[in-house]
């Protein structure tokens, strides 16, 4: 069993069907965790429903693209749990405006949502990783996952921002990586998750039709997973804990797929 009993995480995006799952999976472990949501509102809500499991984690409200918003949570999670040694950089998403479709070809994707996509994504993983990455740095102790996406490494119909977005969320992983172990030492890690098809609120509009059918595009990827089914969140926690945990020491700059062998299978 991992041990993260003297550990204090941050997980972005902390209220969303992954992001609570990364919370449950490292209380479970020990962890004292402090969940992050986009309001006090949805940190509070989502950190009730794990109670309801026998969890406690700590609720704050944080955007990740306000640094003065992520700064203040930093401070009351000093005061109320420590200095943070685990960030998982769970806030992203998609939005559809961004994404091309049968009515909506690539000349009309909305600039603005593309705008919005990639400052979720990158720009908020990057913002956090500063705010809370310090401790880790100062302390030349810790992990920092990101999530990306199998999106990042084979680039699929429609969802043009969001590949482009997690792509960036890689490079980012693997540069940061050498950075913090170049002038922090080996201590500091830094990996990315890459799930493969997990059905979320922010896909299903790609995965099902109103009916509640599996949409042609649904098909085509169970078509091309080998396992032959969506993940399930679950699926998710133990790379983390691995991740997160001693186990790893020797893993930074890695991008861990959990795919279902998506990324593997060539059709053929």
Known sequence: MTDLSKEIAVVTGGSGVLGKHFCAAMARAGAK??????????AETAAAQLFEQGLTVYPYAANVLDRDSLESAR????????????????????????????????????????QYVMDLNFHGTVLASQVFGQDIADARQGSIINISSMAAERPMTRVASYAAAKAAVENFT????????????????????APGFFSTEQNKYLLFNPDGSSTERAQSILNHTPQGRFG???????????????ESKFVTGSIIKVDGGFGAFTGV
């Open 75 to 114: 401070v009351l999670i000093h005061k109320d749990l420590g200095n943070i040694s685990i960030l998982v950089n769970g806030a992203g998403g998609n939005r559809p405006l961004g994404s091309s479709a049968p009515d909506r070809t690539f000349f009309q994707i909305d600039m603005e949502a593309v």
């Open 33 to 42: 965790v402090a969940l992050l949501g986009s309001s006090q509102q949805s």
């Open 232 to 246: 399930n969140p679950e699926d998710l926690e133990s790379a983390l804990l691995w991740l997160v945990s001693s």
């Open 174 to 193: 693997k540069w940061l990586a050498t950075h913090l172990a170049l002038e922090f030492g080996s201590g500091v890690r830094v990996n990315a998750i």
